[in-house]
């Protein structure tokens, strides 16, 4: 007599067992896990590696600077009173200008000593927020708003916006409502601000390297045009940069698009790109300046990643693809 078939039993397969799906980088949470472990990537990166001397390496540079203050000082103070000895006249005039002088580069110390100041308070500020919302406690969350509120509050473009946000904080009753009700209430202005700055860099990008034939020239123009918009967008957020800014946030925006831009790069980029290819077909300098364009975009989103003292998360980071085609359609209309 034959066996009767053995019935086979389901297959049950957990939900916890399945692979998470991946995010989109522009959507995901910058609080999650995997966010924290992306800003750490970041953090690493714009410190730079650690290297062993490299408090020798400061001295060396301080002794040679300070070397090179002595001589210059030493050479000029002999020079004044060899003229004034010589010449009475024209050593106080010479004088009179070497006080100017003095006082003029004073000025420009402590414009560029207070600039980077600035720029380390915002770091200092997205710190904090980003530490009260891994702490998710509403106490931390509100000193952090708070805090936030109160750097922006003597600005005469957000003192009323800041205002609304302070008679909304009771109505958020955990650590995540108060850091929405934050970032949509002032971070939002300044986001659509930054926007039209990157997308007029991005155009005036473009418009060079179509108009201008020589190679050199049009990186010389894209370079000062990227320069510009990066001290806008730091100002728009707070930051008020001199020159050693400006080249200090340009290392920490660098440092930003190789840590964290190269998967952006690959999903903004691709259109845009596709877009300049086939515009190339027609003419190759305008093909050309569609991907710079894309590029300086690029630059003025990792700009507002770093210069904004809120992470995105509330509000979506800009794209690309939408940045570029909002500043094309300005330079065509």
Not at 4 to 18: D, F, G, T, W, Y
Not at 192 to 203: D, G, K, M, P
């Amino acid at each position: 007599m034959a066996e009767p078939p053995k019935q086979s039993r389901p297959v049950v397969i957990e939900a916890n067992a399945l692979p998470p799906l991946p995010e989109d980088n522009a959507e995901a949470d910058p609080f999650a896990p995997e966010g924290r472990a992306m800003q750490a990537v970041g953090a690493r990166a714009g410190a730079g590696p650690a290297r062993r001397g490299s408090w020798f390496k400061r001295m060396f540079w301080a002794a040679a600077a300070a070397l090179l203050t002595l001589v210059i000082s030493l050479a000029a103070y002999e020079s004044l009173a060899t003229l004034i000895s010589s010449y009475p006249l024209l050593g106080a005039i010479a004088s009179g200008l070497g006080a100017i002088v003095a006082l003029g580069l004073l000025v420009v110390v402590m414009r560029e000593a207070a600039g980077i100041a600035r720029l380390r308070r915002i770091d200092g500020l997205r710190r904090r927020v980003e530490a009260a919302a891994r702490g998710n406690t509403r106490a931390q969350a509100l000193e952090a708003v708070q805090v936030l509120g109160a750097f922006y509050a003597a600005r005469d473009d957000l003192r009323w916006v800041w205002r609304d946000v302070e008679k909304r904080l009771p109505d958020a009753l955990d650590a995540p409502a108060l850091l929405a009700l934050a970032e949509r209430g002032l971070m939002e202005p300044l986001d659509s601000a930054a926007r039209i700055e990157v997308e007029l860099a991005a155009r005036q990008v473009a418009a060079a390297t179509a108009i201008i034939p020589l190679p050199l020239v049009d990186v010389l123009a894209a370079l000062a045009v990227n320069l510009k918009m990066l001290r806008r967008v730091a100002a728009i957020y707070g930051g008020r940069t001199g020159t050693l800014g400006s080249w200090r946030l340009l290392r920490a925006v660098g440092a930003h698009l190789l840590a964290t831009g190269a998967v952006a790069m690959g999903d903004d980029l691709l259109g845009s790109v596709v877009g300049g290819g086939a515009i190339g077909k027609v003419s190759r300098r305008l093909g050309e300046g569609v991907v710079n364009g894309a590029l300086t975009a690029r630059v003025g989103i990792a700009a507002m990643d770093v210069c904004r003292p809120m992470p995105f998360a509330a509000l979506k980071r800009p794209r690309v693809t939408s940045l570029v085609k909002r500043a094309l359609t300005g330079l065509f209309s």
